[in-house]
């Protein structure tokens, strides 16, 4: 299965605890969990400290656009379309509550055809997304080639991060990166203390030494290896290249022009550093929808205007050489449609061929499972192929 190690600060491949409750917004505050226990949160603490990512950790703000994309209601009502996996056959209202679903939302040719929360959130809370917000740096590189800031990808990461001189980043491009395969090696196995996972630093400059002292395994772009640390260069190499916080360039490229309702925050590295690369935009399930819709209409503004490198989502949804199901930080299904994913359930689904993107916010038990990414690739599939019959 695609996301066994789908990650955004961290990856975890177990359960961490049982269904979550409705928690009354009102008190979250009361409920908030240590930072350093972020992952090994309550079921409490989880939907409490999800809504509310910027009263944890340090983030950057990214305003609401002063003219809103409207999202007209279209209802359809999918509540009882199957959704089939090799080990399971249940309804969308059957998933909506065994996987703990804050939010559901699916977009039919710009139109709101079905829309519904849980564990206490409305249209108006924010969400954490983990890493869905790698496939949004994806294509704030995608903005920068356009506006003149990076030539290719296939530049040398180190011609933009010099810290990585006379390291084996030397032969890795922006590309290797971006498709999860730099060659150089990497160790993300959560049950090895000394893995490097477990041992790396993740302050930006700190992190840099570190990755320097890795050794080549595999000649850039031949080997698949999902790692932690190269999405936090991508962001890292971005904020270089722009000379400008991501939440700004986001901001200014695409929610401000693309008319994105509610404000959104973007976590950082540390306390005014850099943002994480590969994680974590906050925002609302709309202007997540609104995210899936920016995808389908490949990097264009509603009046037109392209806001990505010519012919860019079709590279970065194009399956790379190491691994097929996996283009620049966009997970690849086999046909046209692709999505971003995060642990514990995030995701935007982008199903071109019915004009359909589902985005979904969750708060699963288990971070990262085979099988639950397989029953959320077969959500989005049954809802978008829902559509056909009509």
Known sequence: MKKLT????????????????????????????PPDRFLFWTPEQQVAGYRN????????????????LE???????????????DSSSITVDEYFTR?????????????????????????????????????????L?????????????????????????????????????????SGVQWDEDYADPSSDVNSASWQTVAL??????????????ELFNYNTAETNLVGTLLRSAIGNNLSTYLEEKIWHPFG?????????????????????????????????LFALADGRLPNGTEVLADGWMGAATKPSAAYPGYG?????????????????????????EQNVVVALQSARATASNDEDWALQDALCEAVAKAFDKN
């Open 260 to 292: 994105m309702e509610h404000d959104a925050v973007w976590s950082l590295s540390e306390p005014g550093g850099g943002e994480f690369g590969g994680c974590c935009i906050s925002a609302t399930l709309r202007d997540y929808g609104r995210l899936g």
């Open 328 to 352: 620049y930080l966009w997970w690849l299904d086999g046909s046209d449609a692709f999505s971003a994913s995060g642990i514990f359930g995030q995701g935007i689904c982008i199903h071109p």
């Open 141 to 181: 590189v995608g903005a920068a080639i356009r506006d003149g800031y990076i030539e290719s990808v296939d530049e040398k990461v180190s011609d933009y991060l010099p810290r990585l001189n006379g390291t084996p980043y030397d032969d890795s491009t922006l590309r290797n990166i971006l498709q999860m395969a």
């Open 208 to 221: 840099y030494g570190y990755l320097g002292q890795k050794e080549r395994a595999a000649p850039p772009g």
């Open 6 to 33: 789908l990650l955004s600060l961290f990856v975890v491949s177990f359960a961490v605890h049982a269904k979550a409750p409705f928690v009354d917004p009102a008190k979250d505050m009361e409920i908030l969990g």
């Open 71 to 85: 999202l007209p209601p279209a209802p359809v009502d999918l509540g009882g379309v199957i959704i089939k996996t």
């Open 53 to 68: 990512i910027d009263k944890v950790f340090p983030t950057r703000s990214i305003s609401a656009s002063t003219v809103t």
């Open 99 to 139: 996987q703990n679903v804050a939010g559901l939302l699916v977009l039919k040719d710009g139109q709101i055809a079905f829309e519904r929360y849980g564990l206490g959130n409305k249209p108006e809370s924010r969400w954490i997304s983990f890493s869905v917000t790698k496939s949004v740096v994806s294509m």
